[in-house]
Each structure stands twice: as structure tokens, then as C-alpha cells.
């Protein structure tokens, strides 16, 4: 399932957006999971300067950055939270920020990498000879096979899930 989020390739682009805040920084800046409203933003030489706004609570903030990269790392337009950010939990938006920023890369590729080496060591030293490599080539394959699984079912499901709760708070209709 995709979702309807967006790049910018210039900082302009962001003025009179609404963003999600995906990393914090600093105690006087805006946490991971808030809705902001970009109200103007420059670029000069010391960098990018973004002045926003706190959807929530009204409040308004100026942040600096060196480059465009840091800006879209820090908040990230997504239009499905913009629209329906009153009908989701604090709880709900972190664990959307941290299913959607995940990559093939950062989630199955370290818990393959574990999984094969630890099925190696258990297949040549338990088993050893020609059949401790054909069961290790065997689990190899399964491993991968089940990382790569719930990579994808884990989004899947909790997108299903955030489709079905905003259906049954912004329309009154639940989907099953």
C-alpha cells in the first residue's frame, strides 16, 4: 500500500506545506511525530532557515539547517498524515515513522547478515561435512525468505490497520 508521501527538491517548495517532524532535535525544537506548518523558509549562505509552526498547539519555531538533505531527514510531507493527524495517537504516528522510514537495507540485511551466520556456525559445527552444508544452504534460503516476509507483512498490516482507523473516525465506516 502506498502512501502519498512526497519529496522536495527545493526548499521553497516547502512554504505553506504541512510536514511531519520524523527526527527530533533539541529540546526546543518540535518532537518526532508532530504536525507542522512551514510558514516561510530562505537559504542563504549559513544554510537553510525555516520558520514553522506547531499545528496543535500554534506555536512558532525557526529552525536552521545546512543543506536540503537535513531539512527532508528532520520532517517529511506526507499527505495521508497532514489530512488525518487528528484521528491518529501519538502512538500510532511514531510507529508509522518508524515502519515507513525503514529500508530493505536497514531492517533485513542486519538481521539476514545475524541469521546466516549464525546458521552457518551451528550447520558446519553441529553437523559438519556435506550434509551440515546442504541444511545450511536449506535455512539460509528459509531465513531470508522469513525476513523478507515480515519486512512487508509488518507494513502491510499496520497500514491496513491506519486505513481502518482513520475510516472509522474521518468517514464512520469500518473496514474489515
Given at each position: 500500500?502506498?502512501?502519498?508521501?512526497?519529496?522536495?527538491?527545493?526548499?521553497?517548495?516547502?512554504?505553506?506545506?504541512?510536514?511531519?517532524?520524523?527526527?527530533?532535535?533539541?529540546?526546543?525544537?518540535?518532537?518526532?511525530?508532530?504536525?507542522?506548518?512551514?510558514?516561510?523558509?530562505?537559504?542563504?549562505?549559513?544554510g537553510i532557515?525555516?520558520?514553522?509552526?506547531?499545528?496543535?498547539?500554534?506555536?512558532?519555531?525557526?529552525?536552521?539547517?545546512?543543506?536540503?538533505?537535513?531539512?527532508?531527514?528532520?520532517?517529511?510531507?506526507?499527505?495521508?498524515?497532514?489530512?488525518?493527524?487528528?484521528?491518529?495517537?501519538?502512538?500510532?504516528?511514531?510507529?508509522?515513522?518508524?515502519?515507513?522510514?525503514?529500508?530493505?537495507?536497514?531492517?533485513?540485511?542486519?538481521?539476514?547478515?545475524?541469521?546466516?551466520?549464525?546458521i552457518w556456525?551451528?550447520?558446519?559445527?553441529?553437523?559438519?561435512?556435506?550434509?551440515?552444508?546442504?541444511?545450511?544452504?536449506?535455512?539460509?534460503?528459509?531465513?531470508?525468505?522469513?525476513?523478507?516476509?515480515?519486512?512487508?507483512?509488518?507494513?502491510?498490516?499496520?497500514?491496513?490497520?491506519?486505513?481502518?482507523?482513520?475510516?472509522?473516525?474521518?468517514?464512520?465506516?469500518?473496514?474489515?
Amino acid at each position: 500500500m502506498a502512501t502519498s508521501v512526497t519529496t522536495i527538491y527545493n526548499i521553497d517548495e516547502a512554504i505553506d506545506r504541512k510536514f511531519i517532524v520524523t527526527k527530533t532535535i533539541g529540546s526546543n525544537q518540535a518532537k518526532a511525530g508532530t504536525l507542522v506548518h512551514i510558514m516561510d523558509a530562505r537559504q542563504d549562505s549559513k544554510g537553510i532557515h525555516v520558520d514553522y509552526r506547531v499545528t496543535s498547539s500554534g506555536q512558532d519555531f525557526t529552525i536552521r539547517f545546512e543543506n536540503l538533505k537535513q531539512f527532508t531527514s528532520w520532517a517529511t510531507l506526507d499527505t495521508f498524515i497532514a489530512r488525518y493527524y487528528d484521528f491518529l495517537s501519538a502512538k500510532d504516528l511514531q510507529y508509522y515513522i518508524k515502519v515507513t522510514n525503514r529500508t530493505f537495507a536497514s531492517f533485513c540485511v542486519p538481521i539476514i547478515a545475524v541469521a546466516l551466520v549464525i546458521i552457518w556456525i551451528i550447520a558446519i559445527a553441529a553437523i559438519g561435512s556435506t550434509t551440515g552444508i546442504i541444511v545450511g544452504a536449506i535455512l539460509s534460503v528459509i531465513a531470508i525468505g522469513v525476513t523478507v516476509f515480515i519486512y512487508t507483512s509488518q507494513k502491510n498490516n499496520f497500514m491496513v490497520k491506519l486505513y481502518g482507523k482513520v475510516s472509522t473516525g474521518a468517514w464512520g465506516i469500518a473496514l474489515k
